[in-house]
């Protein structure tokens, strides 16, 4: 499957971000393999240990399996000093798990990220591709509450 | 056309070509800018930060190692600013460094504690936060400790652009870069050839060879154990410059004499395998001559180029020499020919081999290498080990008198001395194969054109009754792939090969410049070292392989003919296909044929 998803792109070497992100995206646990990257690195000619260096520099990627969901919490001064400190702990306390973590039913990944670019509304997460701003402990429950309840 | 252009370096006027940095323009003015990531043979990475230096109209410092000079450019690499700068930079780095001087392999040559000294840094101006990271001890050949790495990058810029072998790699970013193997999978699974460049050009500590010598010294101090030595032709002129005499002085019998003082029972000579290499490869090269084959000839002396063969370019192992490097000629020799000349029980012979190369530690665990019945190999130390050994058995090796090796096995000639330098197994092969195609002697045997740093050599010798026989030299394997590419797309095309004959090694100069010499050393000291070896070719009675006493001894009372059963059977080898991510055995690319 991963060689379906090189064949999409033309073999060169600017290629590389899109097709690792096609393969993390179509990941049902969000990550890069290292089977990936081999085939990856075959396809491309590219080798194995630049690739884990791109894998590794940009934060959006993962080598490692992670949950349905992804939070991404701000960790940016702006929402340090509106409190995420606060929100972290209230999300750690609530899924039982430690930064870069997942849970163990699989629904969450606890992650933090540099700015979100809505510091307007800090503290900020992001749950996938949606955006919470102006998070409270409060909140938190119910955004959690809210995804768990639809899946 | 490189233009001239005037500088002033700290207020002098100098000329220089606008092609080069600050920091070669310094250098070259005996102008001294503090640096730590910077090396003259690599290109710059610009990681560290310490060569910053003020440049007019520039209202921030520039770093030295990447800025081009320019017409007009005033310099200044001296003020208390920049003094203050380098300092700050210099304890940034310290507070990441696990400050055990006094037992790491790098003390006394390691880059950041001289910086750190010159600078006169204070130690505890900020507090260490080093990372807890385990040391990688996969290897058989390669430490890498990180607690010791200050990420300057020299080893990735080594290990991907000078050697092409992919293995090392920047992790992160920010204050959590570092230097890793793909998947943190650990040295021993990945494409690492074990070539060792990494461990030359690593300013700290944080890249060595395996320590082996706890095994040698206990075997030496057992007396039931017989323990024979060799070493390669480039270790007798790489010792000099670690004792006080002059870089690339020949010291072959001070080397003897140490080692009969450390307390080795037999004192021999890879050179002596050398010599028997090129019986053994030229008479392979000969016969593939004359089966009019249009697949080249590869040499097979160097193990980071074999693994890198088996690695890249197993499709060719057909090509490459199926004779066993020097080395583990001799190995096997020591617990079959020596033993039977000598009366002893092979299972107490320990055969130990000092080398300039970490591969060679890979080299001797190869599990096809034990057609003695045994471990070839027992042990191999680097040349820095050995300097280690001879430093803890308090032997003043500058005042040691010189003595010679015990006889037998350590017979060489000129043609075997200079396989330590890049060109001279080529060199060594072309004074013998003439002789075996032809049945006369060549009388120029001095072959310049194999000689000196160029990365790729290549020669044309004609040979009477066979042609002009076409050979290429390449050090340094982004030099083999540039050789190896070429052969591929000869025997694609036109299916024939560019050149009959090739000499790959995997560090550039040579032996001379293997993974396991002397921290601290370059390309110009490099060359001084291989100098030294043809200064001792010159000066040796015997310079043609085919002329040693011994080879021609050993074949008529062990070993029959060159390629006879028996020196096939002891004598040469076959070859692996291995995985390009994580340098593991796939399966045999060739076989080996009794």
Not at chain 1, 14 to 34: C, K, R, V
Not at chain 2, 62 to 91: D, F, H, Q, W
Not at chain 2, 343 to 359: E, F, H, K, R, W
Request: hydrophobic content about 35%; glycine content about 8%; aromatic content about 6%.
């Amino acid at each position: 499957m991963y060689k379906e998803i090189c064949n999409k792109y033309a073999p060169t070497k600017d290629n590389l971000i899109y097709i690792l992100h096609d393969i993390q995206d179509t990941h049902p646990q969000h990550y890069i393999s290292e089977e990936a990257v081999e085939v990856v690195s075959e396809y491309l000619k590219v080798p194995a240990n630049h690739i884990f260096g791109v894998l590794t520099f940009y934060s959006m990627y993962s080598t490692k399996p992670r949950g349905t969901n992804i939070i991404r919490l701000c960790e940016s001064p702006p929402c340090y000093i509106k409190g995420s400190d606060n929100i972290l702990r209230k999300l750690k306390t609530m899924l039982s798990v430690n930064v870069g973590e997942t849970t163990k039913d699989g629904a969450f990944t606890l992650e933090l990220a540099a700015c979100l670019g809505v510091c307007g509304n800090a503290p900020v997460m992001m749950v996938n591709d949606d955006v919470y701003g102006d998070l409270t402990e409060e909140k938190i429950e119910e955004i959690i509450g809210k995804i768990r309840g639809g899946n | 056309m490189a233009k001239t252009v005037n500088v002033w370096l700290d207020g002098h006027h100098v000329e220089v070509p606008d092609t080069m940095t600050i920091i070669e323009a310094a250098d070259k003015y005996g102008v001294h800018i503090p640096r730590l990531c910077y090396h003259p043979d690599l290109p710059p990475t610009a990681n560290c930060g310490v060569c910053v230096v003020e440049v007019s109209g520039n209202p921030t410092p520039k770093r030295a190692c990447c800025t081009p000079v320019a017409e007009g450019m005033k310099i200044t690499t001296n003020s208390n600013k920049l003094r203050s700068y380098r300092k700050t930079l210099t304890e940034m780095i310290l507070s990441h460094h696990d400050v055990k001087c006094p037992t790491c392999s790098a003390n006394n040559k390691c880059e950041l504690q001289s910086l750190a000294n010159n600078l006169g840094v204070n130690p505890d101006a900020l507090p260490n936060i080093m990372p807890n990271t385990p040391i990688d001890d996969s290897s058989l050949s390669i430490v890498r400790d990180v607690t010791k790495c200050i990420a300057c990058g020299r080893c990735v810029t080594v290990c991907n652009e000078v050697q092409t072998v992919y293995a090392l790699t920047f992790s992160d970013r920010g204050i959590h870069a570092h230097i890793d193997t793909a998947f943190s999978n650990g040295i021993a699974n990945s494409p690492c050839v074990n070539c060792g460049q990494c461990t030359v050009y690593c300013p700290t500590g944080a890249l060595r060879e395996r320590n082996d010598l706890d095994g040698v010294w206990e075997a030496i101090l057992d007396p039931t154990k017989h323990v024979v030595v060799q070493e390669a032709p480039a270790i007798r002129v790489s010792l000099a410059e670690e004792f006080g005499m002059e870089l690339g002085t020949v010291t072959a019998k001070k080397m003897y004499a140490a080692l009969r003082k450390i307390g080795f029972d037999a004192i021999m000579d890879t050179n002596f395998t050398a010599d028997l290499t090129i019986l053994e490869e030229g008479t392979e090269c000969v016969t593939k001559l004359k089966s009019g084959s249009k697949r080249p000839l590869i040499t097979s002396c160097s193990p980071g180029w074999i693994k890198f063969m088996e690695t890249y370019y197993p499709d060719l192992a057909d090509c490459v020499s199926t004779a066993k490097s020097p080395m583990s000629m001799f190995g096997v020799l020591a617990k079959t020919y020596y033993t039977q000349e000598h009366g002893l029980d092979p299972a107490n012979i320990v055969s130990v081999a000092i080398m300039p190369c970490t591969a060679k530690k890979f080299e001797a665990a190869r599990p096809e290498l034990r057609d003695s019945g045994y471990q070839d190999t027992d042990f191999v130390l680097t040349t820095r080990e050995f300097i280690r050994m001879i430093k803890e058995a308090g032997i003043d090796f500058k005042e040691i008198k010189e003595e010679d090796a015990d006889e037998g096995m350590s017979f060489y000639t000129g043609a075997g001395t200079i396989f330590g330098a890049t060109g001279g197994v080529m060199e060594a092969a072309i004074r013998s194969a003439y002789t075996l195609v032809t049945g006369e002697e060549l009388e120029a045997i001095d072959i310049m054109a194999v000689r000196g740093l160029k990365g790729v050599k290549e020669a044309t010798i004609p040979v009477p009754g066979f042609g002009d026989l076409r050979v290429v030299v390449a050090h340094g394997l982004s030099n083999a792939r540039i050789v190896m590419d070429k052969i591929r797309e000869g025997l694609a095309t036109t299916g024939e090969s560019p050149w009959h004959f090739v000499e790959i090694m995997a560090c550039p100069g040579g032996c001379v410049g293997g993974g396991g010499q002397p921290y601290g050393n370059n390309m110009a000291m490099r060359a001084r070292r291989g100098e030294g070896l043809y200064k001792e070719d010159r000066n040796l009675p015997i310079r043609k392989s085919h002329h040693n006493p011994e080879v021609t001894r050993i074949y008529e009372r062990f070993l029959g003919s060159p390629n006879s059963p028996l020196a096939v059977k002891l004598l040469h080898t076959h070859y692996f296909e291995r995985s390009v991510n994580t340098g593991q055995i796939i399966k045999e690319a060739t076989h080996k044929h009794h």
